[in-house]
C-alpha cells in the first residue's frame, strides 16, 4: 500500500497550529496539579500520571475515587473507560485518515490524541489537511503544556493565580464553539450541531456530563447517516 | 486500597490507552462507505456543539455571553483561533466585573 504523507512540513503545521490550545491545557494541568497534590500525590506521582493517562478529565475522576478510600483495581480500570469512552469516538474518526500513515505511525500518534486537537485535527482534515504528521504535531506542545502545568499546579500552587479569574477554564469550550462555526459551510451542517448540543443537554440532564459528550456524537453520527441514505 | 502506586498507575493507563485505541482498531473493518462517511463527518460538529451546551448549560451569563460572542467573532472575523482567545478575555472580563 502506498503510505500517505507524513513529514516534518505536517508535524512543524500541526505543531504552530496546537500552541493556543496548549494554554489552555496548562491551565487544565495546573488543575490537576492541585487535586493529586490535595490527594497526596507527588510532584513527580503527578507528572507520571499525567503522562501515563493523558487525560485529564480521566486523572481527575481517578484521583476523586482513589481518595475515596474504597477503590478497587476494578472500579479504577472501569471509570477510566467510562469517563474515556468518548476516544472510541475520535480514534474511529480518524481511521480512514490516519491508517494511510502506516500502523507504526497511526498508532503512536494516537498516545498524543486529546479533546482538543482531535477537534483541531478533524477541523484540518475537512480544509484539506493530507499530511498525517499533523495531529503528532498538534500533541507536542498540548504534550508539554499538559506536563508543565501538572509540575506546577502539583508543586507551587499556593503561588498561582487560579486558572478560573483567567477564564482559561473556557478555553476548551471557546475553541470548540469557535471550530463549530468555521466548520458550518451549509445548512446541512446544522443539522448535527442541533442534534448534537440537544441530545447533550438531555443525557447531562438525565445520566450526567460525561456520557453526554458521547452521546452528543453518536446521535449527530446517526443523524447525518440516517439524512444521507434518505437523499441517495 | 492496598496496592502500590505502580500497579494503579499501569491499570489507569491501560483501561486510558484501551480507550485510545480500539475505536480506531475497530473502525478498520468497516468499510467507507458515503453514509458512515457522512457520519464521521457529522461527529466532530455534534461533539463541539454539545461541548458548547454543556458550558453554558453549567455557567452562567458570563459564560454565555463569551460563547456567543465567540460564535459572532468567528464569523466576523473569519479566524476561530482568534475568536476563541477573545471568548477567553471576554469571560476573564465579565467575572472580574462580578457578571
Partial sequence: ?232 | MTESFPVLLAVMAAAAFLCRVAGFTLMRFVPVSPRVEAALRATPLAVMAGITALAVQAGGLAEGLALASVVGLTLILRSDVAAALLGVVVVAVLRWAGI
Fill in chain 1, 1 to 232: 500500500m502506498t503510505r500517505a504523507l507524513f513529514s516534518l512540513d505536517g508535524f512543524r503545521r500541526g505543531a504552530r497550529d496546537g500552541v493556543p490550545l496548549a494554554l489552555s491545557i496548562i491551565a487544565y494541568g495546573v488543575g490537576f496539579g492541585l487535586v493529586a497534590a490535595q490527594a497526596g500525590f507527588g510532584v513527580g506521582q503527578a507528572v507520571v500520571t499525567s503522562a501515563a493517562i493523558y487525560s485529564g478529565s480521566a486523572q481527575l475522576a481517578a484521583v476523586n475515587l482513589l481518595q475515596t478510600g474504597e477503590a478497587t483495581l476494578w472500579a479504577l480500570f472501569a471509570t477510566i473507560l467510562v469517563i474515556n469512552a468518548r476516544y472510541l469516538l475520535f480514534g474511529a474518526t480518524l481511521q480512514p485518515w490516519l491508517w494511510s500513515a502506516g500502523p507504526l505511525r497511526a498508532y503512536s500518534s494516537l498516545l498524543l490524541l486529546g479533546d482538543a486537537n482531535w477537534l483541531m485535527t478533524m477541523r484540518a482534515i475537512r480544509a484539506g489537511e493530507v499530511d498525517r504528521a499533523y495531529l503528532a504535531g498538534t500533541g507536542l506542545p498540548i504534550t508539554l503544556g499538559w506536563l508543565a502545568g501538572t509540575a506546577l499546579g502539583a508543586g507551587a500552587v499556593s503561588v498561582l493565580p487560579r486558572p478560573e479569574a483567567l477564564g482559561f477554564d473556557m478555553m476548551l469550550a471557546c475553541f470548540a464553539a469557535g471550530m463549530m462555526t468555521a466548520m458550518v459551510k451549509a445548512r446541512a451542517d446544522l443539522l448535527p450541531v442541533v442534534v448534537g448540543a440537544g441530545t447533550a443537554l438531555v443525557v447531562a440532564y438525565l445520566v450526567g456530563p460525561a456520557p453526554a459528550i458521547i452521546a452528543a456524537g453518536l446521535a449527530g453520527a446517526a443523524v447525518a447517516a440516517a439524512v444521507h441514505r434518505e437523499a441517495a
